[in-house]
């Protein structure tokens, strides 16, 4: 009778741990996990732009237009001259471009006034060299700090806050587990 007892009870502890949801997470997980968050989600930096009928001037302005001509070869935008006033005698002269923004350059574009327009500059992406990193806080949470490359967009020269200190940025992921969808990412 005990005998039968303790198989009734050991069977029924297998048929219970049988039943367990999967509570941990290994790093190819969790790797997946933030792939799959960071396409839906990407992580990006912006800055403002200007276009439309802008002044320059050939000696002060003479890099920022630099900067506008390089996104015109890369078909980012069209510049038109508008009007060239030079000046008799001078080194100084002054040219009104109006300048639009093509249809190439929407997928950069987040949000567009009629004058400004808020641009990625840089765009992070999942690095390939450090692995992920990760600490499983308790069976349902987990943290995963992963480094995202830097990588610059045509209009990272017009970036105000450009600081090269480095071309990575490492960041921390809350991770939960759902019962229904798995492994997500909290916000």
């Known amino acids: 009778m005990k005998k039968l007892t303790i198989y009734i009870l050991s069977l029924i502890v297998i048929g219970f741990a049988g039943c367990k949801t999967k509570t941990t997470i290994n790093q190819d997980e969790a790797g997946a996990v933030i792939t799959e968050y960071l396409t839906a989600n990407p992580e990006y930096k912006t800055t403002r732009f200007n276009f439309g009928e802008i002044k ?22 069209a510049l038109s001259l508008k009007e060239a006033n030079k000046k008799f005698l001078s080194k100084d002269s002054s040219f009104v471009y109006q300048i639009t923004l093509t249809e190439k350059a929407s997928p950069l574009v987040l949000k567009q006034d009629e ?58 992921y809350k991770l939960k587990l759902s019962k229904d969808e798995g492994w997500k990412v909290q916000k």
């Open 56 to 77: 320059f001037s050939s000696k002060s302005d003479k890099a920022e237009l630099v900067k506008y001509k390089t996104l015109e070869s890369k078909g980012m935008v």
């Open 115 to 172: 004058d400004k327009a808020t641009v990625k500059v840089v765009e992070y992406v999942l690095s390939d060299e450090k692995p992920v990193d990760f600490s499983q806080v308790n069976s349902s949470t987990a943290k995963v700090t992963v480094s995202l490359k830097k990588v610059n967009t045509d209009f990272a020269p017009f970036d105000k806050d450009a600081s090269e200190n480095s071309n990575f940025i490492t960041k921390t």
